[in-house]
């Protein structure tokens, strides 16, 4: 789906200001309330935004802990036994199919580094996991952007 400038400042919106209504948002920017809720329902049916739900922080939960983890599983299973697997084992919180030496990239969270020891070998428990390499992350600067990628896409229509 393209989007234009206009769907661009009706997300950039409502991240700024979450619980807005619709109508301070037409209010803000100045378009007719049915205007901006057709462009988001339209936004919504084409899977531009996928999700008006809260986004947990896991370290402000009490799971400080992240690791990205390269993951090569057993062929014969197939990935969704595997998937069905990992997803079992709730600090993971992504699994990506990828290219390359490894099979998926896993993404988890932890209580501390002895507990993401726990949780790589439940995931090795799983049978269906063969090696894992692990990172754990000791900063985060950028997370979940696609605001500027969805803005610069609206500037290109």
Do not use: Y
């Amino acid at each position: 789906m393209l989007v234009d400038a206009l769907d661009a400042k009706i997300v950039r919106f409502f991240t700024d200001s979450p619980r807005s209504s619709v109508l301070e948002a037409s209010r803000v920017l100045r378009v007719a309330r049915a205007t901006v809720q057709s462009r988001i329902d339209r936004m919504i049916e084409n899977g531009v935004i996928g999700s008006w739900v809260p986004q947990p922080d896991p370290a402000n939960f009490g799971f400080p802990v992240v690791a990205f983890c390269s993951v090569t599983i057993t062929q014969e299973i197939g990935h969704d036994a595997i998937i069905q697997s990992l997803s079992a084992i709730p600090e993971i919180i992504e699994v990506h199919t990828v290219t390359g030496n490894s099979d998926l990239m896993v993404r988890i969270a932890a209580r501390s580094n002895p507990d993401m020891q726990r949780v790589l070998d439940a995931m090795i428990a799983t049978k269906s996991v063969v090696r894992c390499s692990s990172v754990i992350v000791l900063n985060s600067h950028i997370q979940g952007r696609t605001l500027p990628l969805l803005e610069a896409a609206a500037k290109s229509v």
